[in-house]
């Protein structure tokens, strides 16, 4: 099976830069994604690693290292619209299966 | 641009009550898949289709049944609903391959009394 650990809560700064971690256990694995969801709102696709190392998407990034199993979301330069639920995801095997979710970070953007 | 499109996006159910959610997606995927959201538990797979013509159980599979209709659309049903189904139930799509994502729809409300 698959299990992920994320902080159940995060709180932080507006502008400053908060890291959200997710450490992973699955039987395979074919790539950690990052999710955010607003409240009331869809999760939204936000980034995707397969390889280790650092990916950024603006003032998101994300980072991936497969031998620790671990990975981590990066905001910087917070906005309150930021204030959000985070997962982190993994899709253990090839082919067309779906990813798993962690059970979500909330992060709370304060003046 | 629709995306994927959930239907209702509230509903009231008494127990014991049969309800299908529909979803469908103009976004030409091959896979679709059924989420339920509860407070604290992330989103928990309850069925998925990787393709047309096929359909697997996900993580909390019982009480519900699932129906590939055809490419676009995948239903979700309960038979007979419970409080325990209480929850925000969410369909997505994508092309099941590790760097695409999936795409969800924007949830049904469904709360069983």
């Known amino acids: 099976g698959q299990s992920l650990e994320q902080p159940s809560e995060v709180t932080a700064v507006e502008g400053a830069i908060v890291q959200i971690n997710c450490t992973y256990q699955t039987s395979g694995f074919y790539g950690l994604s990052w999710y955010q969801q607003h409240d009331g709102g869809a999760p939204t696709f936000l980034s995707y690693n397969g390889l280790d190392g650092l990916e950024e998407t603006g003032r998101f990034s994300s980072f991936l290292s497969r031998s620790d199993s671990y990975g981590y979301l990066l905001l910087q330069e917070l906005q309150m619209k930021d204030s959000a639920s985070y997962f982190c995801a993994v899709r253990a095997f090839s082919g067309n299966t779906p990813l798993v979710f962690g059970k979500g970070t909330r992060l709370s953007v304060i003046a | 641009n629709a995306g994927v499109t959930q239907t209702p996006k509230f509903q009231v159910l008494k127990t014991g009550q049969s309800m299908t959610l529909q979803c469908a997606q103009d976004?030409?995927?091959?896979?679709m898949y059924w989420y339920r959201q509860d407070p604290g538990m992330g989103l928990r797979l309850i069925y998925y289709?990787?393709?047309?013509?096929?359909?697997d159980k996900g993580e909390v599979p019982n009480g519900y049944n699932v129906s590939r209709l055809n490419k676009r659309e995948f239903s979700l049903r309960l038979e007979s609903a419970a409080p325990s189904q209480t929850s925000v139930y969410f369909c997505a799509s994508g092309q099941g391959r590790a760097n695409q994502p999936q795409h969800f729809g924007d949830g049904t409300r469904l709360s069983i009394l």
């Open positions: 289709s990787a393709s047309e013509g096929t359909t």
């Open positions: 976004m030409n995927h091959n896979s």
